[in-house]
């Protein structure tokens, strides 16, 4: 009991695949209890089952859609009442839409504001408490997409600017608390992501090498522990990054449009 008291206790949204999944792997490996998240709870719990045997650390599986209204409120009064003292938090969860602003469904993306943008602000909110009392960390995923406006995918894109720039923010007021925040600005990685967009039409995927989740999470986790305020794992994307500064914002727009445009026939 007393052991398991003294080992950090972090949280890991979206843990039940992807890069949260590797994200939670990497905190097991290195000695952290863990609360994992997500809506797929047998998928959740047979890694929580996998990772406590392999590490010999406590794993807790709390089945919770994030994108639901008040669900991360009732998450917050769950680990409340089961005594969970939280050292670091890991904003993972998020997923992407592809298509014409025009046309695509209001539902689904308000799903996705509430999913990417509010759940890991209130979680944060309600965490940093112990997280400053722990010294612990925030890393929160945002996305290359976060460094410019993206036509086909304007919503998710601009909701992950609103990740990166929030997160740098955080990290500038807690600085000399001791607490380290961490946006991970993944390019194109290979996991559920691209179907769950509905990517298929996208011609973006036929420019953009993708990345491991595993390769992802481990860039991220190494940069969270060294209290790196952003990380862009691999060089191609850090150049793509960088190169958009300089550029007038209309000519970025119109190449990320001409990038990301639906291939001929693949209809949308
Ligand atoms: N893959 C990429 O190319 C890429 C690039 C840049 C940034 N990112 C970001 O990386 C993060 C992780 O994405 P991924 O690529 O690992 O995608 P993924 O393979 O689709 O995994 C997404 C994870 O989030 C969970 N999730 C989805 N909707 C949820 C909801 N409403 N409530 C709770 N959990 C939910 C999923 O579990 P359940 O289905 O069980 O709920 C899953 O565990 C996202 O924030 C994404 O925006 C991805």
């Given at each position: 009991m007393n052991a398991i008291a003294t080992r950090p206790l972090t949280l890991v949204t979206g843990a039940s695949g992807g890069i949260g999944a590797d994200l939670a792997e990497l905190a097991a490996r290195d000695g952290h209890d863990l609360i994992v998240v997500a809506?797929?709870?047998?998928?959740l719990e047979a890694r929580a089952r996998a990772l406590a045997a392999l590490h010999g650390v406590a794993v807790h599986a709390y089945a919770c859609d994030l994108s639901d209204p008040g669900a991360v409120d009732a998450l917050c009064a769950r680990?409340?009442?089961?005594g969970r003292r939280i050292t670091n938090l890991v904003n993972n969860a998020g997923y992407g839409l592809f298509g014409e602003?025009?046309?695509?469904?209001?539902?689904d993306e308000q799903r996705m504001m509430r999913l990417n943008m509010e759940a890991p602000v209130i979680l944060a909110k309600r965490l940093l408490p112990g997280i400053i009392a722990g010294r612990g960390c925030v890393l929160n995923v945002a996305s290359t997409a976060g460094f410019q406006p993206g036509p086909y995918m304007a919503v998710y894109y601009a909701s992950k600017a609103f990740v990166l720039n929030w997160s740098d923010a955080l990290a500038e007021e807690l600085r000399n608390t001791g607490v380290r925040v961490t946006a991970l600005c993944p390019g194109p990685t290979r996991t559920g992501f691209q179907d769950?967009?509905?990517m298929h039409a996208s011609g973006l995927l036929r420019w953009v090498p993708g990345t491991s989740s595993a390769e992802v999470a481990r860039a991220g986790w190494d940069g969270a522990r060294r209290g790196r305020r952003v990380v862009i794992p691999g060089l191609f994307n850090r150049v793509m990054a960088q190169s958009v500064r300089g550029m007038p914002r209309r000519m970025v727009t119109t190449i990320v449009r001409a990038m990301s445009a639906p291939r001929a026939g693949a209809g949308l």
């Amino acid at each position: 009991m007393n052991a398991i008291a003294t080992r950090p206790l972090t949280l890991v949204t979206g843990a039940s695949g992807g890069i949260g999944a590797d994200l939670a792997e990497l905190a097991a490996r290195d000695g952290h209890d863990l609360i994992v998240v997500a809506r797929r709870f047998e998928a959740l719990e047979a890694r929580a089952r996998a990772l406590a045997a392999l590490h010999g650390v406590a794993v807790h599986a709390y089945a919770c859609d994030l994108s639901d209204p008040g669900a991360v409120d009732a998450l917050c009064a769950r680990l409340a009442t089961d005594g969970r003292r939280i050292t670091n938090l890991v904003n993972n969860a998020g997923y992407g839409l592809f298509g014409e602003f025009a046309v695509s469904d209001l539902a689904d993306e308000q799903r996705m504001m509430r999913l990417n943008m509010e759940a890991p602000v209130i979680l944060a909110k309600r965490l940093l408490p112990g997280i400053i009392a722990g010294r612990g960390c925030v890393l929160n995923v945002a996305s290359t997409a976060g460094f410019q406006p993206g036509p086909y995918m304007a919503v998710y894109y601009a909701s992950k600017a609103f990740v990166l720039n929030w997160s740098d923010a955080l990290a500038e007021e807690l600085r000399n608390t001791g607490v380290r925040v961490t946006a991970l600005c993944p390019g194109p990685t290979r996991t559920g992501f691209q179907d769950r967009a509905a990517m298929h039409a996208s011609g973006l995927l036929r420019w953009v090498p993708g990345t491991s989740s595993a390769e992802v999470a481990r860039a991220g986790w190494d940069g969270a522990r060294r209290g790196r305020r952003v990380v862009i794992p691999g060089l191609f994307n850090r150049v793509m990054a960088q190169s958009v500064r300089g550029m007038p914002r209309r000519m970025v727009t119109t190449i990320v449009r001409a990038m990301s445009a639906p291939r001929a026939g693949a209809g949308l």
